[in-house]
């Protein structure tokens, strides 16, 4: 996958805000903007679809910078982990346009945004509860997400894509 996929060096302390929980670490980076941490942003979720697409949920999570912050994302998240009860259910989620992946800078009200495509039918629906995965970005904090909907088949994931604002 890439380089986020092993999630190494966490600091112990997890942090919580309105519903997202984060574990962070600090990352330098040669150029000047540096990659985004989770405490730079602010995370959001929300339905693509609206329910409409009879075959995939499409899970759209927003990033948006916190006031004064300007930092870069990039790529794939790592580590995608869905939660039942706080124990994770295996996944290997496909990928998508990956070597399309461009650097995104997140600042004001410019928001850069994942898509997860997750399948609606298939096997037995999974039942969660949360969703998590680590920033796309050189950095390797978690995000963690409340997520209902269930898992029927492997998800979908594309680059970060935006700004959009």
């Known amino acids: 996958m890439n380089r986020n996929t092993v999630v190494r ?4 302390a997890a ?5 997202l929980a ?8 040669a150029g000047g903007v540096t990659p985004c941490t989770a405490s730079e ?19 759209v999570v927003e ?13 794939l998240p790592g580590e995608l982990t869905f939660y039942k009860d706080g124990k994770p259910i295996p996944v290997t989620p496909k990928v998508k346009d990956a ?12 928001t850069a945004t994942l898509i997860l495509d997750i399948p609606k039918n298939g096997a037995p629906v999974t ?12 950095n390797i904090d978690v995000i963690r997400l409340p997520y209902t909907a269930g ?15």
């Open 63 to 75: 990033f948006e910078a916190k006031d004064g912050a300007h930092c870069l994302l990039k790529g």
């Open 127 to 138: 039942p969660t509860d949360e969703v998590s995965f680590t920033l796309p970005s050189e």
């Open 99 to 110: 070597d399309r992946a461009k650097d995104i800078e997140v600042r004001g009200t410019e």
């Open 9 to 12: 060096g966490i600091t112990a």
């Open 151 to 165: 898992l029927a088949e492997p998800p979908t994931i594309s680059p970060v894509i935006g700004p959009t604002g």
């Open 41 to 59: 942003l602010n995370v959001t979720t929300g339905d693509g679809q609206q329910g409409q697409d009879p075959l995939f949920r499409q899970l």
């Open 22 to 29: 984060v574990a962070t670490t600090g990352v330098a980076h």
């Open 15 to 19: 942090v919580a805000f309105g519903g």
